[in-house]
């Protein structure tokens, strides 16, 4: 069973940037996505690798802003996020893609227990 452990958050300032990592122990994984929650709001998605390392971004996450990569030898999937936000602050999560729409976290499995990204200003 692959267990799924994110790391990397922490206080930022607006402007700000942040790496944080999806490291995945168990077996290797293809495709995986990030998602964040905000308080008092729903899961969103943020970002998805494939397999082939193709991303893909919520129309708010792209522009720049961040960027998703895969290490496959480290079995891990790691977002940059750059030009941070106060609405950025949120839980960020990550979790395995089985197939179908990208930006449906229902279409996940295996969610890590988050890393918390906070904005310090």
């Known amino acids: 069973q692959v267990q799924l452990v994110e790391s990397g958050g922490g206080l930022v300032q607006a402007g700000g940037s942040l790496r944080l990592s999806c490291t995945a122990s168990?077996?290797?994984?293809?495709?995986v996505g990030w998602f964040r929650q905000a308080p008092g709001k729903e899961r969103e998605f943020v970002a998805h690798?494939?397999?082939?390392?193709?991303?893909?971004y919520h129309a708010n996450c792209g522009k720049g802003r961040f960027a998703i990569s895969k290490d496959n030898a480290e079995n891990s999937v790691s977002l940059q996020m750059n030009s941070l936000k106060p609405a950025y602050t949120a839980l960020y999560s990550c979790?395995?893609?089985?197939?179908?729409?990208?930006?449906?976290?229902?279409?996940?499995?295996?969610w890590g227990k988050g890393t918390l990204v906070t904005d310090s200003s």
């Open positions: 690798i494939h397999w082939s390392g193709s991303p893909a």
């Open positions: 979790a395995i893609y089985s197939g179908g729409d990208v930006s449906d976290d229902t279409n996940y499995s295996g």
């Open positions: 168990g077996r290797a994984v293809r495709s």
